[in-house]
C-alpha cells in the first residue's frame, strides 16, 4: 500500500471552486488533465501514474488531495479498497456543501488514511492521502464547528477553522494585533483561548468583547487576556498603538489584498517579533488566485519561511494565508 500508484488522483473543494482549483493546477504546470468532475470534487488524470507520496501539490482550492482508487456503486464496496488504511473518513455532498462527517479519532503524523466520498446513491469514491503538517486532521478538512451564539460575527468561524486545519498553537505568552476588527468574531476566539489583542478598526466593538477591555495599551494586566481598541484606520495605526510584545499579524478588513499585505508588511516592520501572519484574503473572484505568487512573494520578502494559502470550508469568496518564520 505505501507504494500503491494510480493515474488519477481527486480534489475535494468549497462548490464553486472548480474553476479556480483548475487553474492554480494549470499554473503550477502539473500536467494534470481534468477528467471528471461533480460540485466540490474534481479528478484529475497524468501520463505517469501519481504515488501516494507525491499528492504535495500546494493546491490552495483543495482542502482534500487524494490518490484516487476509483468510482464503487455502494459505500461497502468503496470501503473495501482501503482495507490497509488505518484511519477511514467519509465526506458527502449534500445540502450544496463538501460536507466531513465527525471522526472520534485524531489523525496522527505520517498515518495513512482512507476517505470515502459520497456524491450519490451510487457514486462512491475511495481516495488516500497520508497525513502531514498544515493538513486538515478533520474529514474533508471540514471541522464542522458551529459558532456560538455570543459571537458577533462569523471571523470566529474562520480563525477557529483556520488554527484547527493548521495545527496552530498560540498561547497566553503571545499578543495578536488584529486589522479590521470590528464587530469581534477573531478577538472573541482568541479571548476564548487566554490570547491578549490589539484590534485596530474605526467602527465599533460588540458589548462581548468590550468586557475585556483595557483603556490604554500601557495598563495591560498580566494575569488575564486583554482587549486593546485602536479605534483607528489601519493605515493610521503606529508602534506606539501596538506596544511591545506584538507576535502575530491577523487581518479580517474588508480590502483587496494588496492593501492588506502592504499593511501586514508595515505592522511587521514596527513590530519585529512578529512570527506568524495570519490573513483572510478577501477576493472578488476566485480566479483571482492566479495572483498567488506575487501574495507569497510579499510574505517572503518581510523574512517569513513557511507559507500556505488555503481555502476553508467556511469560507466563500475567501483564503486563508497563513505565514511563520520557522
Known sequence: MNHLESEFVFALCNPGSEKALKLEADALALGWRLSYQHRGFVTFKADAPFSLDALTAPLACARRLCLSLGKAPTREEAQQRLDAAALIHYARYFERKMQGLPCAESPQMGQLIGTVVELGPT??????????????????????????????????????EALRFFALALTPADVVVELGCAPGGVVLALLQRGISTIGVDPAKMADVVLAS?????????THKPWFFHC??????????????????????????????LKECARFCKMAPAIRGVLITLKLTDLLQIEDKPQWLATLTDIGFTTLRLQQLSVHHKELALLALKL
Open 123 to 160: 457514486e462512491f469514491w475511495a481516495g488516500l492521502h497520508r497525513h502531514a503538517p498544515f493538513l486538515s486532521p478533520d474529514p474533508a478538512g471540514d471541522a464542522g464547528l458551529v459558532m456560538p451564539l455570543e459571537s458577533p460575527s462569523r471571523a470566529w468561524l474562520k480563525l477557529e
Open 231 to 260: 479605534r483607528k484606520p489601519a493605515a493610521l495605526a503606529s508602534k506606539r498603538d501596538l506596544g511591545p510584545g506584538v507576535t502575530w499579524f491577523m487581518s479580517d478588513m474588508n480590502q483587496s489584498p494588496e492593501v492588506v
Open 213 to 221: 477591555a483595557i483603556a490604554k495599551r500601557a495598563e495591560a494586566p
